[in-house]
């Protein structure tokens, strides 16, 4: 049994990974760095903070903490009110905020023409 570092519930992984699964397609249990259960899992992926997750881009490869490239993304995108993980499914993968934002500038360039 593990023991979530938020609300101190004690949990078994394997049950708490469904749930997570079964609210959360796209981010995977597997890559929290703390031990969450189910339901403080899903609000930290929600409003994730430095440290909580990382994710591993499937363009260049690069391991990258969530919270970061979040902001690096939105810092930096030239579309107005979008997010990371909205890019995410419009490419189809899994991206850093830099492969994201290059992705994002030749698919506006495109239109531009």
Known sequence: MKKCINCGKEYDYEFEEDIFTCENGTLSYDNFDKDYCAECAIKAAEAPDYGDYHEECECCGNRFDLAEEISIYMNNTRVID???ENLWSQAGK???ASCA???ENNQLDKLDC
Do not use: P, V
């Open 94 to 96: 899994i991206m850093c």
């Open 101 to 103: 934002l290059e992705f």
């Open 82 to 84: 979008d997010s990371l």
